[in-house]
T-cell receptor, first 110, second 110 residues
């Protein structure tokens, strides 16, 4: 079993819709949870970062962590074509190693 | 991506050839990383360096060597390239919140 599981998609939604992206993880020792966005032929860029259960908002993006069920989510409101990218969840024990999900490819249809 | 520069951007090697992937940061962070990204596998850690002069193996170190000569530069060497090393390679550094990635090197081994 992979430490971080993520549905690879692809996922296509119409512009303006709410997008829900999800990951599950197996190791309860993970302390930090991140979402990265990766545009085609680019490196990943940090989108959201949290270390606690609950919700964290940043503009149109909300990261949600449920440590009891080992489930993390990213919600995108009022989705835009510029949100089309691959989204990677990542977990960390607080040490040097970051464990990534395989990524979900998202397309926003104008 | 600002702060982490990788060269070259593209490379084609023949089986058995050697090459060094270069990475340099201008962000003065201690920790630097090399990841490879393959379809369906996500990002996997090859080697990392927590500080100048130190290196440690990650998840998939076989076939690779690294060198951290100074705080700014962290290179990845393939001594005898194999087709299984065809991948996109990303260098990254780390601050207290997360990781900053370079734009990647696309390597094809034929």
């Amino acid at each position: 079993q992979k430490e971080v599981e993520q549905d690879p998609g692809p996922l296509s939604v119409p512009e303006g819709a709410i997008v829900s992206l999800n990951c599950t993880y197996s190791n309860s020792a993970f302390q930090y949870f991140m979402w990265y966005r990766q545009y085609s032929r680019k490196g990943p860029e940090l989108l959201m970062y949290t270390y606690s259960s609950g919700n964290k908002e940043d503009g149109r993006f909300t990261a949600q962590v449920d440590k009891s069920s080992k489930y993390i989510s990213l919600f995108i409101r009022d989705s835009q074509p510029s949100d089309s990218a691959t989204y990677l969840c990542a977990n960390n024990f607080g040490n040097e190693k970051l464990t990534f999900g395989t990524g979900t490819r998202l397309t926003i249809i104008p | 991506n600002a702060g982490v520069t990788q060269t070259p951007k593209f490379q084609v090697l023949k089986t058995g050839q050697s090459m060094t992937l270069q990475c340099a940061q201008d962000m003065n962070h201690n920790s630097m990383y090399w990841y490879r990204q393959d379809p369906g596998m996500g990002l996997r850690l090859i080697y990392y360096s927590a500080s100048e002069g130190t290196t440690d193996k990650g998840e998939v170190p076989n076939g690779y060597n690294v060198s951290r000569l100074n705080k700014r530069e962290f290179s990845l060497r393939l001594e005898s390239a194999a087709p299984s090393q065809t991948s996109v390679y990303f260098c990254a550094n780390k601050d207290r919140r997360g990781y900053t990635f370079g734009s990647g090197t696309r390597l094809t081994v034929v």
